[in-house]
């Protein structure tokens, strides 16, 4: 995993043992197999998401993603709705966990960076203790993670993935390696996680991700890093096309330009097609 700007890369290695060391704190704080454990965090957290998702899924629990973009009523909703006992937030995010409601059962905890409070974790602390293999047994029929809609009809409504239907949507393998997949998806989303993180992750492929999305950033990414996929939204389509940058950017490193989450409008395909010609 590499980010931009202030980010700092990760390894498969360090991916993976960090995800222990916080999985197997996890358990010992009570945390146990069908547990739903919220992810409050950002793309400017990006280490933070994705180590906090598959710590939680290797503590046998139940990743509920949700984008710190959300207002505070959706927030509220999401994680009274899917039950989560527990909770992952980006430094920025801590105070609006805090002012939460308690669940049914008694104290939402809290982990994340700089969290000191009594019933909190610090997560800086968590991913430096034991790191060795650590695993709940789960099944394949077992929920991996709650994603939730954006909400367009009312309030956002959960939808579970279970283990099996994860390993089973990303039969394909590259061609060449080791290769890079550029993308600005908000990870907290079904696009953001399984199309980029686990889709990265099942394939060896350098999760490259820039935070936030900028049409002349995302287009000198394309000439310094050269990656060979590349994961948009039609609406970041929109802007790099309508920007002109491609113009002027060598994109013959692109072999596979993939795109979700909404329609592409037909001349928007012409031009990227025209633009991406490999």
Known sequence: VAGDGDFSEMTYAEWDSRSNAVARALHQAGVGRGDRVA?????????????????VLKAGAVAVPVNPRVARRELEHMVSDSGASAIVAGPAELDRVRALPPPPAGALLVIGPGASEPGELDWDRLIGADASEFQVAV??????????TSGTTGLPKGVAATHRSALVSHPLMPIDKPISLLHSIPLATFLGTHGTQTLCLRLAVTNLLLPSFDATRFAALIDTER????????????????SGTLEQTDTSCVRMLIYGSAPMPHHAVQRLSASFPR
């Open 39 to 55: 992810l409050f965090v950002g793309n400017d957290c990006a280490a933070l998401y994705q180590v906090g998702y598959f710590a």
């Open 139 to 148: 099944g394949p029929d077992d929920i991996a993670d709650i994603l939730y």
């Open 227 to 242: 990656p060979a996929w590349i994961v948009m939204v039609p609406a970041h389509a929109l802007l790099l096309i309508e």
